[in-house]
């Protein structure tokens, strides 16, 4: 979806605009309206948080560095980062690196957040926090979140629109609500990987 790997088939369209065939400087601009966090959080370990947040405003924006630090400082308040501005990647848990990787993406304002497994490594508690974090920007934010997870209670909590790629046929084993699907989808398949997350919390052993 934001062009690393080329689709085998078909094309991706964006407002109706084809990403997938677009010219590299017309595709480079509708890059600019994307925001991603990777899985691993992908900080730069030599630079502090702020730093890190500042370097697509630095890359993409003709702003002043005063400017640019405020808007980075902005974004970090807005994941709970309040204050970590000079903390550098190594000095911070967990949960508030994924924060911060969260903070960069949203560094130029974005149309479309991508997430990729964000609650990956983190305890249930943090876990729960972060979900609330994401539905809160994006209802704050008004942006598109696109998620990638395997994580049910995410998958629940933060879904209104959900994708079930079946690792068997390689192919979009059902789309729809998660909570939807999970009791009334087609596939018996999608319903019983929906509720695993239901059985585990009341102590049924999965099939």
Request: proline share 5%.
């Amino acid at each position: 979806m934001i062009g690393l790997n080329e689709p085998t088939a078909g094309e991706v369209l964006y407002d109706g605009q084809s990403f997938t065939r677009a010219e590299p400087e017309v595709r480079q601009q509708m890059l600019q309206r994307f925001g991603v966090m990777y899985q691993g959080g992908a900080l730069f370990s030599s630079m502090t948080l702020a730093e890190n947040v500042a370097l697509p405003l630095g890359e993409y924006t003709r702003l002043s560095e005063a400017e640019i630090r405020e808007i980075a400082s902005l974004k970090l308040a807005l994941v709970g980062l309040k204050g970590f501005e000079d903390f550098f990647p190594a000095e911070i848990s967990g949960g508030m690196w994924k924060r911060a990787g969260i903070a960069r993406a949203m560094a130029l304002d974005p149309d479309i957040l991508f997430l990729d497994e964000p609650s990956s490594g983190l305890d249930p508690i943090t876990s729960e926090l972060l979900d609330d974090l994401i539905v809160a920007l994006r209802d704050s934010l008004g942006a598109t979140i696109v998620i990638v997870s395997h994580e049910l209670a995410s998958i629940m909590s933060i879904g209104d629109d959900s994708v079930f790629l079946d690792a068997e046929t390689r192919t979009v084993g059902a789309r729809g609500n998660p909570r939807e699907l999970r009791d009334h989808a087609e596939s018996a398949s999608v319903r019983r990987f929906l509720s695993r997350g239901v059985e585990a919390a009341a102590g049924v052993p999965a099939p």
